[in-house]
């Protein structure tokens, strides 16, 4: 049925796009970036950003600091799709300063993933402590999206590092949508004691959000499109490598998706549950491979779709992140400059959407 509605959905509303006016005025805020994986937004109103090159960079009402908060260094790397990813500002960010991240690394020529903690002071960042580290890595599926929930708990997705069988394995972090508490610790109620596991069967999810009810929705890329919105539960099975999609497995109970891609790819990474605006309650969800915009309208409760719109294809090339700001504007980056886009002299760039 999914896949009969997403059909559907690319027969018509592609088409549909063509004669709506856009709700939003386009305003590019920063360029020649490097790979701007993920943004976090600070009470104040800045934006924290991360480059997959290994720089954390803010912009302060409205421009670009040229000095970065912090370049990483060795044991970081920057190889194939890993590097700096994610990051996230402690709730108590305007007092204590702490920001998290999530970055590849090396060690006795392994290549791992780790989650830390930062400080800032003035215009500058150092690392506090490293709260979860030896997260299997590679060169592809590093996952990386890190976000703080309505639980005040940090929400991290992990890849599958090139080994699928890793994420049906429930001794290893690969493959995962993990669970800590903000200081690292292991919280009482995840779904498997003493570990962070808190979702398992996932190929490569890079998005995260909640909306108003606290559902939780993780994107994830399919191997041959099929790439999939899930609604997360604790404990669930999403399925990779035995399952795609809508298929069944007959070894284990797994959860079907929200929705997914069908035959086309999209490539989803970053994703927002949107509050206000002219995109009120949709998810929205940035496309790499389908460079455009996904506009996820859901029913009341957020748990089925009710309409599917595509916005901004090829207008900006490959998106990886999306962000809603206090004030109703949206933010996404662009990700031409990571080895599978085509970059103009201005890439990548961070674009803000604001309401008309």
């Known amino acids: ?24 005025e386009i305003e590019v805020i920063a360029e020649n970036l490097y790979v701007p994986w993920a943004i976090d937004i600070s009470d104040e109103g800045d934006l924290y950003f991360t480059e997959r090159s290994g720089s954390i960079r803010v912009i302060e009402n409205g421009k670009l600091n040229p000095q970065p908060l912090i370049t990483l260094r ?3 790397i920057n190889q194939g799709e890993g590097g700096l990813m994610g990051i996230a500002l402690d709730p108590n960010f305007s007092q204590n300063n702490y920001l998290y991240v999530m970055h590849s690394y090396t060690e006795d020529n ?74 690292g610790s292991i919280p009482e109620d995840n779904p498997i004691i003493n570990s962070p596991i808190y979702s398992l069967g996932h190929r490569n999810p890079q998005g995260l959000a909640w909306n108003s009810k606290n559902v939780l929705y993780a994107s994830d890329h399919g191997q041959s499109a099929h790439d999939e919105i899930n609604i997360i539960k604790p404990g669930a099975n999403y399925g990779w490598p035995l399952v795609q999609g809508d298929e069944e497995s007959s070894v284990v109970a797994t959860q079907k998706p929200l929705i997914h891609s ?14 206000q605006g002219p995109w009120q309650d949709n998810l929205l969800v940035a496309n790499l491979s389908g460079q455009q915009l996904l506009d996820i309208s859901l029913n009341g409760n957020g748990t089925s779709v009710k309409n599917i719109e595509f916005w901004l294809k090829n207008e900006y090339g490959r998106l990886r992140e999306v962000i809603q700001s206090k004030d109703g504007s949206i933010y996404i980056t662009t990700s031409n400059r990571d080895g599978r886009g085509n970059p103009d002299i201005t890439d990548d760039r961070i674009i803000r959407l604001i309401p008309k």
């Open 262 to 275: 069908g035959e086309e790819t999209w490539a989803p990474s970053g994703i927002a549950f949107v509050t």
């Open 1 to 24: 049925m999914k896949k009969k509605l997403y059909n559907f959905f690319n027969s018509t509303k592609k088409i549909a796009n063509k004669y709506r006016q856009f709700p939003f």
């Open 74 to 76: 060795t044991p970081f």
């Open 110 to 183: 392994q290549i791992y993933n780790r989650v830390i903690r930062l400080v800032k002071n003035d215009n500058m960042a150092s690392i506090d402590r490293v709260l979860l580290d030896k997260i299997p890595g590679g060169q592809i599926h590093n996952g990386g999206r890190i976000k703080i929930g309505p639980d005040q708990n940090l929400y991290i997705t992990t890849g599958d590092a090139g080994n699928s069988a890793l994420s049906q394995d429930t001794t290893s972090t690969a493959g995962k949508i993990l669970r800590i508490q903000l200081d």
